[in-house]
């Protein structure tokens, strides 16, 4: 079972494979799209330089986005699309291919072409290697890289000036991602992100933080195919389970400890996850509050200490306030508002958001009227949430002369961001966790459930007659006791039987001597009877003597002849034969039987055959299953002894392991108070024969491995005898008998 659930959990990584292979189908078709948008864009630099329009480079739209271009005449650097790149070292490669080139920020792809005297590069980065605060920047394929060990950034050289970048196959791998442009409407919060200066952790198009967290989320997903199929899996093989079972309760004790654990570990490890990303949300926001806090910290400082003489702020005395904050905003990467003691505007860095009527010309009461000289709030535009520190500032007299406001946006999607990146390293420790851990919940489970599921299978097999098996379990744990408990069984039911066994065949010895004493003294008062007449005769008439004698000595060898059958019956029931299983051709011996009966019946009874003539094969001992057949019809007649119109059937049926012979009469039947005591020994109902005929024969059916029963009523009785099906008949020569009433 366990083997199966491995090769289920790997199919499913490997749908899980083919679906990322897919994916990364769709990733190279981008980067041939990009690649193509780069050359053309190379293409519409050179037109331009060839018709003198350097002027016109400026204002052009260069695509893709990520990419570098510069423009070099006479050696010198005189264009540059963007200033990402920290380029220490460039060379002329062979002009019409893309070679890769490694720079101190960045492994980079780049292209030349020469046009007159100018020299034009187009440069894309295919991986950085540091984290870059740049918004233009981002590791193109860091995701692709670290999921897919089929790309590497390995190169062979080609020439002295320059390598190319290949992946294992040989294939190029030469572009970046082309994002599109998403959809936006324009509303409140539109307007407020527009109008705010830094909104760093906003959602914009060419936003670091989402390209990063696009690249997590991709990792995420990855991860994902990988744990739902296998979950899916597992849940179908549940519901199959209970279905099977029909219902949790009548599953076996593994599959119970296995369903059970494996669901802990599934919820432990959501719960685990949940823990983890509320963790890391709670911490980043107490992060950025303390960062927002010092931030304020250090522009209450500045603003200090250039009014530091003032012993009030107004609008009046703070005309070049707006500049200050401007340099301050561009210093601190923040907007900043500054409201006089009264709580009036007097100074904003963006005050776009005030003329806008997005923001309120005074001060929130809460800062306003608090003791604390620096808080931070929440604040919102719309549905546009943010948190704003306060603080107050205060003079060379540490007088309060007005306070200070530093909006700061919580962004959700850098939350996310920063839950991805972590989520990506952690979820593949997670599942390895959990997969190992469900793999040991089946190992120990079976484990510990062997030794019970051993036990039940001894418990099936346990009987009284034959040798049982111990279990053998050296743990001291409950199941240990439950093993010692069930070894302790074993041996006091052998020891039982034994003594039963004991028990019984001393009873059996006294049954038998009561039985022989009392068949022993039956003849014997009539001997004894008959001698004492003699010597009477002999004393009274001694003239009739000689006749008396006759009759007497008549009667005593009756008497001595019933002593002989006596005495041989008993010599035979010990000495029988043990029973040599062969197979047996039942027809025939049931035919024989009936054709040695048929004379002694006559036409007073009727002794019928039903079944195949020949060929019945079961496994029974050849020689003495006649006598079983003997017994059976001989005691039929005797049944019938009184009546005209006897009828015996004899039936042989076929069924797919088993031959089944009926013997049935139409006699007065077996009375109902002495159906138990039919195979005992030396059990009668009638004045011959010594009750050994059924006893015999039962051996006999018991010995073959089959058995024996009854059934009577007052139309008659039916003995049922069951033998085991030989396999393959024998190979004997046997003759066809017609089906038809045997008289």
């Known amino acids: ?44 630099i050179a037109q331009l330089l060839m018709e003198g329009k350097l002027d016109s480079l400026p204002h052009q739209s260069y695509t893709p986005s990520e990419a570098l271009y510069l423009v070099f005449g006479n050696g010198e650097l005189f264009f540059w699309s963007d200033n990402w790149l920290v380029v220490n070292d460039l060379h002329k490669l062979p002009c019409g291919d893309w070679h890769y080139q490694e720079f101190e920020n960045a492994h980079c792809i780049v292209k030349w072409q020469g046009v007159g005297v100018f020299d034009i590069f187009a440069i894309m980065p295919i991986k950085y290697t540091y984290i870059i605060e740049n918004k233009y920047l981002q590791n193109n394929f860091a995701n692709y890289l670290k999921l897919d060990t089929k790309w590497d950034l390995t190169y062979r050289p080609t020439e002295e000036i320059g390598h190319k970048f290949y992946n294992k196959e040989g294939n190029y791998l ?22 705010f200066s830094y909104t760093p952790l906003l959602e914009t198009e060419n936003n670091t933080i989402e390209r990063i967290s696009h690249i997590s989320h991709n990792t995420i997903r990855f991860y994902a195919y990988l744990f739902l199929i296998p979950l899916i899996i597992y849940l179908g093989w549940f519901i199959y389970m209970l279905y099977k079972h029909k219902g949790f309760a009548n599953l076996r004790i593994n599959y119970k400890f296995q369903i059970v654990f494996s669901f802990i570990i599934f919820v ?5 996850l949940l823990v983890t990303m509320d963790y890391i949300r709670k911490n980043y926001e107490r992060r950025q509050r303390f960062l927002l806090q010092e931030k304020a910290l250090y522009i209450q400082k500045a603003l200090q200490d250039t009014y530091f003489w003032n012993t009030h702020l107004s609008r009046h005395n703070t005309s070049s306030l707006n500049v200050y904050l401007k340099d301050l905003s561009y210093t601190y990467k923040t907007d900043i508002h500054v409201y006089d003691i009264y709580g009036h505007l007097i ?14 010309h005074r001060i929130s009461p809460r800062p306003f009227f608090s003791k604390d000289p620096n808080i931070i709030q929440e604040e919102t535009i719309g549905q546009l949430h943010y948190i704003s520190a306060y603080s107050d500032l205060v003079n060379g007299d540490y007088s309060v002369i007005g306070y200070i406001a530093v909006p700061f946006f919580i962004s959700s999607n850098l939350i996310k961001a920063q839950i991805n990146s972590l989520l990506a390293i952690l979820i593949p420790i997670y599942m390895t966790i959990m997969v190992v851990s469900i793999l040991l919940t089946f190992f120990i489970s079976k484990k510990i459930t062997n030794p019970i599921i051993t036990m039940g299978e001894k418990l099936r097999k346990l009987k009284i007659d034959q040798h049982n098996e111990k279990i053998i379990y050296h743990q001291q744990d409950e199941i240990g ?90 010599s035979y029931f010990a ?46 001992d050849e020689k003495l ?58 059990f009668t109902t009638k004045t011959t024969g010594m009750g050994m005929g059924l006893v015999i024969t039962k051996k006999i059916v018991e010995d073959s491995g089959g058995m024996i029963h009854f059934t009577s009523s007052e139309q008659g009785t039916c003995f049922f005898l069951e033998f085991i099906r030989a396999s393959t008949p024998a190979q004997h020569i046997s003759e066809h008998t017609e089906e038809h009433p045997l008289t």
């Open 1 to 44: 079972m366990l083997s199966r659930k491995l090769i289920l959990v790997i199919i499913a990584w490997g749908c899980a494979l083919i679906a990322y292979s897919k994916e990364l189908k769709t990733f190279e078709e981008r980067l041939h799209k990009a690649q193509t948008e780069a050359e053309q864009t190379t293409q519409r």
């Open 625 to 682: 299953i006649l006598q079983v057949f003997n017994n059976l019809i001989k005691n039929a007649i005797q049944a019938l002894n009184k009546k005209t119109n006897g009828q015996i059937d004899i039936t042989i049926e076929e069924h797919p392991e088993t031959i089944l012979i009926k013997v049935a009469d139409n006699g007065p039947g077996i009375p109902d108070e002495i159906k138990d005591q039919v195979f005992i020994p030396n």
């Open 174 to 195: 030469f572009s970046i991602i082309k994002q599109k442009k998403k959809k936006t409407t324009t509303h409140i919060n539109t307007k407020a992100v527009q109008t």
């Open 347 to 360: 100074g904003s860095s963006q005050p776009a958001l005030f003329d806008l009527g997005l923001l309120s």
């Open 481 to 570: 006791l439950l093993v010692e408990q069930y070894n302790q069984m074993v041996d006091e039911v052998e020891q039982s039987t034994a003594l039963l066994a004991q028990q019984e065949r001393e009873e059996a010895w006294k049954t038998m001597a009561r039985q022989v004493a009392h068949e022993i003294k039956n003849p014997l008062t009539p001997m004894k009877l008959s001698i004492q007449q003699l010597q009477r005769m002999q004393k009274i008439h001694p003239d009739n003597f000689e006749e008396h004698f006759q009759k007497a000595t008549h009667l005593l060898i009756e008497q001595i002849d019933n002593l002989t059958l006596i005495a041989n019956e008993f």
């Open 575 to 620: 000495k029988m034969p043990s029973t040599q299983v062969e197979e047996v051709d039942m027809a025939a011996k049931a035919q024989a039987s009936i054709e040695l009966f048929l004379p002694e019946v006559e036409n007073r009874i009727q002794i019928n055959y039903h079944g195949k003539p020949s060929d019945a094969w079961a496994m029974s």
């Open 268 to 272: 432990g490890f959501f719960i685990v």
